[in-house]
């Protein structure tokens, strides 16, 4: 009978103790939740991609270089005396000395010049992420082209497959964040950002057939153009 009453008050003990088990449960999963949500609020978007890719499994969480200005810089004042001639072709083409000839075009024209960047070569697939050769690159021709009085359209354009994450819902999102990447780095660089204008223009304005994969890699790509026609400003 003794036995009996203590296997009993055993059995109830246990049953008494299973609750703070699933307190502590509870009170782990309100925690991960909420981090989660505050992580979501404050963390920028390709970085919170990137996190939640490696929670859950989808490949390491990489290095990766977002031209990002956590802190805007001044706005570049022209002084008109202290101008710089219309960059020229062969000071681009020193600028981007770096980059494969496969991977950019360059057209002058007496009007504009306008530079094409294979996306293949400067952003990874399906993000607006760039390398840190592809930034100093990038950095190099911002460096050429600031101080000059030079509009210039930076336009992002894709093949026509179809993306849908949960950074980019759309072609339209990805081709217009790609071109402002590029125009942040020109502007941390110093050109003044009253001159640029960017544009996502998805698959629309297609070089090639997106038939084939030769085709949609021409069609993945960034246009600079730049206003030739501003003149030297003398006192």
Not at 71 to 88: F, G, H, R, Y
Not at 130 to 144: A, F
Request: charged share 25%; net charge negative; proline share 5%.
């Amino acid at each position: 009978m003794s036995r009996r009453r203590r296997g009993g008050h055993d059995e109830g003990g246990a049953h008494g103790g299973s609750w703070k088990i699933a307190l502590a449960d509870l009170m782990t999963v309100l925690m991960v939740f909420f981090l989660v949500m505050w992580l979501i609020s404050v963390v920028d978007p390709a970085e919170r991609e990137a996190f939640i890719e490696g929670l859950s499994g989808g490949g390491p969480v990489r290095d990766e270089v977002v031209v990002e200005l956590k802190e805007q810089p001044a706005q570049v004042e022209l002084n008109p005396l202290d101008l710089k001639p219309p960059a020229s072709v062969e000071e681009i083409e020193q600028a981007m000395s770096g980059v494969d000839s496969n991977d950019i075009n360059i057209e002058d024209t007496p009007e504009f010049t306008r530079i094409t960047l294979k996306s293949d070569s400067f952003f990874e697939s399906g993000r607006a992420t760039i390398s840190d050769n592809t930034r100093e690159q990038l950095e190099q021709l911002g460096e050429t082209l600031s101080g000059r009085n030079q509009p210039m359209v930076i336009a992002g354009f894709t093949d026509n497959r179809p993306i849908n994450n949960f950074q980019f819902p759309s072609n339209w999102e990805l081709s217009a964040a790609r071109a402002a990447t590029v125009a942040r780095t020109f502007i941390y660089m110093g050109v003044a950002k009253s001159l640029i204008k960017i544009e996502g223009n998805a698959d629309n304005e297609e070089v090639a057939p997106n038939t084939t994969g030769y085709g949609r890699s021409l069609n993945r790509r960034v246009v600079i153009t730049i206003d030739k026609t501003a003149k030297e400003v003398s006192g």
